[in-house]
């Protein structure tokens, strides 16, 4: 979804036509996707990783996205 205030409009009214079964169910797979990529030894393995791309010591990790 675009960062613009459409989208966000768009998004949240499809959003809230849908039925409360899969409302309920994109909840749960967003809670599960917080509870494991955003604990402390994620955040901080990624963090090592990062680390070690930047002393050259391994090649740069999938998560940074670098811009020109």
């Not at 768009?10 to 749960?28: E, F, V, W, Y």
């Amino acid at each position: 979804m675009a960062p613009e205030p459409e989208a966000i409009r768009d998004a949240l009214a499809t959003a809230l036509r849908q039925s409360d079964a899969t409302r309920t169910a994109m909840g749960r797979r967003g809670r599960d996707l917080v509870e494991s990529a955003y604990t402390w030894r994620a955040v901080g393995e990624r963090m090592r990783r990062a680390y070690e791309w930047l002393t050259g010591n391994t090649g740069k990790p999938d998560y940074i996205e670098l811009q020109n």
